[in-house]
């Protein structure tokens, strides 16, 4: 039995790697050739001899280090490491540690940043420093309430950003399962505050679904007395139903007039990092209608790389506005049709007229397949249905637009009397 004095006194002999003081029960001071004494435990779990650290010395008398000894003992006899069991609470002690709102919600930023798009993750974090890190980015993740979670957003809500209080009560949800996950908290309180907030009045982009109307349409295109380039994207728009942004970026590189296919690059696409580098390209059949449109226009924009060009430099696309512009020309306002609305007007129309199979036009929309597998294991484009259907849609509008089998409607009076002045294109 080791008394305080001699280890006090205890030193290492010269030309001696360390020296060793044993007390009962497997406790021992170690001490270095520099005089450093530590306290360590010998003992045997599951017939492996092991050594368990109980400090140094002074810092931790003889006396508690035979106390140490003895709960790390009771460790052992209840069938527990206790090697182990003090990994686990250092591990739990960091964890702790780095538990508060802000602190969880930057780490699960800073892991999942690189599969989101830049944009994405910069409006992410913005919106979590200007909206919930000053109320609740201090306080632990357990000790978060739905209450509590529900006053920050409310707080939202009063200057008017209802889609923004249900955006955050979203995302907050994001960081208490990552939360979860990693041991900083046992649940999410988020999915509590379902039904709480305000309502959302969701208002979707404006689109004509009606055919008659979508005739009228065609001949407002048709009789389009803008820029012919204009002219020509808002027909390709009506007959191709892609995404704006796809519209716009359209390059002639892309283009197989001959095999009547546009290719458009997956990095293009509306889908994550890892879709964007990974995923296939989006085969937009051509019908014959926007063929013979392309050849007519390559003349005009053939010198640039993309289709159509900007009017103010042809090394960038056409700008964003530059179609909505050209509809409030014809007398559309936001609230009638938008550029966006091409694809609920072609969607509606071809399940409900043509009697086209949703899902044959949902890959020509290249609409993502929803469910746990998504389109993992979904390899089908539909290409030859596809083809077919956007030969008979062109025929389709072009029928509309010439009122063969197709009543023409009469023009409103709020679309006459906007085509009477007319403003400048975008």
């Known amino acids: 039995m080791l008394a305080e004095i001699a280890c006090k006194s205890a030193v290492c002999l010269p030309g001696k790697a360390r020296a060793r003081l044993t007390d009962a029960g497997g406790l021992y001071l170690e001490i270095s050739p520099t005089g450093f004494k530590r306290w360590f435990w010998k003992y045997r779990f599951a017939t492996k001899e092991k050594r368990l650290a109980l400090g140094t010395y002074p810092a931790v008398s003889l006396k508690q280090a035979r106390s140490e000894r003895d709960l790390a003992r009771r460790i052992l006899q209840s ?20 538990s508060t709102f802000e602190e969880v919600a930057r780490e699960l930023h800073a892991t999942k940043a690189s599969g989101w798009s830049k944009q994405y993750g910069e409006r992410w974090l913005e919106r979590m420093e200007k909206d919930l890190f000053p109320w609740i980015g201090p306080v632990p993740l357990p000790e978060i309430t739905a209450p509590m979670l529900l006053n920050t957003l409310r707080k939202i809500e009063k200057r008017g950003a209802r889609e923004t209080a249900h955006t955050l009560r979203q995302t907050a949800g994001q960081v208490f399962r990552y939360g979860v996950a990693t041991g900083r908290c046992e649940r999410n309180p988020a999915p509590d505050l379902h039904g709480a907030l305000q309502p959302l009045n969701i208002k979707h982009m404006a689109a ?17 007395s803008g820029q012919p380039v204009t002219r020509a994207a808002l027909l390709l728009s009506v007959l191709l139903f892609q995404r704006p942004g796809n519209m716009q970026a359209m390059q002639w590189n892309e283009l197989d007039l001959d095999g009547r296919v546009w ?30 449109l392309l050849r007519e226009l390559f003349p005009l924009t053939g010198h640039s790389h993309y289709v159509f060009p900007s009017l103010i430099s042809a090394q960038r696309p056409m700008s964003e506005n530059t179609l909505r512009v050209a509809l409030r020309r014809m007398g559309y306002s936001n609230d009638d049709m938008t550029p966006h609305g091409f694809r609920a007007m072609a969607r509606t129309i071809m399940v409900e007229k043509l009697n ?56 409103s009076a709020r679309r006459a009397a906007s085509r009477v002045g007319s403003s400048k294109e975008g």
């Open 208 to 224: 004509i679904l009606e055919p008659a109307q979508a005739g009228e349409l065609m001949r407002a295109i048709h009789d389009y």
């Open 263 to 292: 290719t458009i690059p997956a990095a293009k696409m509306k889908r994550t990092v890892y879709g964007k580098l990974n995923g296939r390209p989006h085969l937009v059949p051509l019908p014959h209608q926007a063929v013979a």
């Open 79 to 98: 069938g527990s490491d206790p090697s182990k069991r003090r990994q686990i609470e250092r591990l739990e002690l960091q964890l702790a540690e780095a």
């Open 356 to 411: 086209m199979h949703p899902d044959v036009i949902e890959a020509q929309l290249a609409h993502g397949k929803s469910g746990p597998l998504g389109s993992a294991y979904d390899r089908a484009e539909f290409m030859e249905q596809r083809r077919k259907m956007m030969d008979e849609w062109a025929n389709y509008l072009e029928r509309l637009r010439t009122g063969v089998n197709a009543p023409a409607k009469r023009m």
